[in-house]
């Protein structure tokens, strides 16, 4: 028996489709989660993987958000695109915010600064960070730029530690002298912890739509999705066609009756709707209650059905549970 695939819309046989799940199990692992089946082949399935499911989960907010609120270790934080997440922290005492790294110790799990430089960007008027490590790799060029009234030293009590640092210092003919040092923090101490990422990109964006795409197809068929009204789309989202941005960031849904007072969702939404407009489908993907996207997913010249459905995945209780549309009567809310 052939299938059609929704994104390259080659006809296959059945064994060259696999499971493809509509919003990536690296976002939790939920009872009863959405799956298309006979939907997407393989081909395209390794292809997302590789690259859209890759990107969202290790190089975004999005993805490192998973480590603070329980959907994956904290030790596991290692594994996130060093290049493009950044992860910042301060002890209660401190005032400014130092760049740092988890790590595993003797004692356990705990939050250590990473050793290096801070210093106030001429340019830029703000904090830069620059490692121990790529001090001694030899390959930071920005001496010229550096306030050297600003300049911190960040390190641990380890003596050796900060003369690796004077030394790097001093092959870079900084001239500078260290002003300030910040000591280790102990394993288990509290800080306050501050996640900062890469500006969002077209890459982030088509991991985006096409979690929407599936989920559209997942509620109105394969069949449906089919329909060349989605082809910009399926293009976006598969060859990343950047003639049109598709996807727009917008503030948190109001959706499940929100109350004002009511404490944010802990978990995602994936939902669909037909505009007012009764022409243009939208998609909606929202993660962690914080971060919510709006997908323009097909335009009809008049669609006669209705369409308003969505689904949200609860971090807390792994369930997956159908809304019956995106904005119900006030008296349906799911406590958070």
């Known amino acids: 028996m052939n299938s059609t695939c929704i994104y390259c819309k080659k006809p296959k046989i059945s064994s060259d489709f696999g499971r493809e799940h509509v919003l990536p199990e690296a976002f939790g692992k939920f009872k009863g989660t959405l799956v298309l089946h006979d939907a997407v082949c393989r081909e395209c399935n390794q292809y997302f993987g590789n690259t859209l499911d890759n990107r969202l989960a290790r190089g975004s907010m999005q993805g490192a958000i998973r480590y603070f609120r329980g959907v994956k270790p904290l030790k596991k934080f290692r594994d996130v695109d060093r290049e493009r997440v950044k992860l910042s922290a301060r002890a209660p005492s401190q005032a400014n915010l130092r760049q740092a790294e988890f790590v595993e ?13 801070t210093y106030l960007s001429i340019s830029s008027n703000k904090e830069q960070f620059v490692s ?46 260290i002003l300030d040092t910040i000591n280790e923090t102990e394993a288990g101490q509290r800080v306050l912890v501050v996640v900062d990422a890469v500006r969002e990109d077209v890459l982030l964006y088509r991991a985006i739509a096409k979690i929407a795409f599936n989920y559209l197809a997942y509620r109105m068929s394969r069949d449906f999705a089919l329909q060349p009204i989605f082809d910009r789309t399926r293009a976006f989202i598969h060859q990343g066609s950047e003639a049109t941005i598709l996807v727009k960031k917008i503030p948190p849904m109001k959706i499940f009756g929100d109350r004002e007072e009511a404490a944010r969702r802990r978990g995602h939404i994936v939902a669909i709707e037909l505009a007012a407009d009764g022409t243009t489908i939208r998609g909606f993907v929202e993660f962690f209650g914080v971060m919510t996207y709006k997908v323009t997913l097909g335009k009809f010249g008049q669609l006669a059905i209705p369409i308003s459905a969505g689904h949200y995945f609860d971090v807390t209780s792994k369930q997956v549970i159908q809304m019956d549309a995106i904005r119900p009567p006030p008296g349906l809310w799911i406590p958070r």
Request: hydrophobic fraction near 40%; charged fraction near 30%; charge should be negative.
């Open 105 to 117: 110790m003797p004692e356990g799990e705990g939050l250590i600064f990473t050793p290096g430089i």
């Open 132 to 177: 121990l490590e790529a001090l001694e790799r030899g390959d930071w060029n920005k001496s010229d730029d550096i306030d050297r009234q600003h300049l911190v030293i960040l390190t641990y009590s380890d003596v050796h530690i900060l003369e690796r640092i004077q030394q790097a210092l001093a092959k870079l003919k900084l001239g500078v002298e």
